[in-house]
Nanobody
Framework: QVQLVESGGGLVQAGDSLRLSCAASGRTVSDYWMAWFRQALGKEREIVAAISRSGITTNYADSVNGRFTISRDNAKNAVYLQMNSLKPEDTAVYYC????????????????WGQGTQVTVSS
């Protein structure tokens, strides 16, 4: 079992940067792929970035590739999302998620979810 708590969201202007954190607890956290999802008002939840158990492999949605960076620190049971060059269309609730496989993350049915943190980007 894994518990996830996100933090770091807020209100910023277009072009600004923001760093989200996900604090994880539970057993064998390093056995899980981790990901960030987001859900904008009135839209479907989408995966933004994912990171492998080792942290070596990362995957990004086309919309954020080159602007966002996902990372993890297994020693601290933490996952991060560095967001640069933010755009108004990045406005959403961002969720941390964990699952055993990348496939399950892509299915939008991960085993564990955080409560979400709001990111709002103004023009």
């Amino acid at each position: 079992q894994v518990q996830l708590v996100e933090s770091g969201g807020g209100l910023v202007q277009a072009g600004d940067s923001l760093r989200l954190s996900c604090a994880a607890s539970g057993r064998t956290v390093s056995d899980y792929w981790m990901a960030w999802f987001r859900q904008a008002l009135g839209k479907e939840r989408e995966i933004v970035a994912a990171i492998s158990r080792s942290g070596i492999t990362t995957n990004y949605a086309d919309s954020v590739n080159g602007r966002f960076t996902i990372s993890r620190d297994n020693a601290k049971n933490a996952v991060y999302l560095q967001m640069n060059s933010l755009k108004p269309e990045d406005t959403a609730v961002y969720y941390c998620a964990a699952d055993r496989t990348f496939r399950d993350l892509l299915s939008r049915a991960p085993d564990y979810w955080g409560q979400g943190t709001q990111v709002t980007v103004s023009s």
